[in-house]
């Protein structure tokens, strides 16, 4: 069991950076692949990126087509934390952001879908103007 707790959202101008941070608990977050979706006003949650961690090969990350280039997925095990660096923020990018883990300790998986995630924070508003 691992409870997830966002934040670092707000409001900033387009163009603007944020840095959101999402804190687990528990004592084996390592062992999680953790994800980051988005639900802006009126539509699904989609996918944003993930990140695993492999024994062998170390930190992996992959992203949707429209963050790539834009946001970066980053974690430190020691602080229990996974961020999501945004930058050159766009009003489209305006959502509930949502941190996600599922255990997976081989970091083998290749992460993209909602319901590849058991574990959902309570969500943090991003809203960016124009």
């Known amino acids: 069991q691992v409870q997830l707790v966002e934040s670092g959202g707000g409001l900033v101008q387009a163009g603007g950076s944020l840095r959101l941070s999402c804190a687990a608990s528990?004592?084996?977050?390592?062992?999680?692949?953790m994800g980051w979706f988005l639900q802006a006003p009126g539509k699904e949650r989609e996918f944003v990126g993930a990140?695993?961690?492999?024994?062998?090969?170390?930190?992996?990350?992959n992203y949707a087509d429209s963050v790539k280039g834009r946001f970066t997925i980053s974690r430190d095990n020691a602080k229990n934390t996974v961020y999501l660096q945004m930058n050159s923020l766009q009003p489209e990018d305006t959502a509930v952001y949502y941190c996600?883990?599922?255990?997976?300790?081989?970091?083998?998986?290749?992460?993209?879908?909602?319901?590849?995630?058991?574990?959902w924070g309570q969500g943090t508003q991003v809203t960016v103007s124009s």
């Open positions: 528990g004592r084996t977050f390592s062992n999680y692949a």
């Open positions: 990140i695993t961690v492999n024994s062998w090969s170390g930190e992996r990350t």
């Open positions: 996600a883990a599922t255990v997976d300790p081989w970091g083998s998986t290749y992460y993209n879908r909602e319901g590849q995630f058991g574990y």
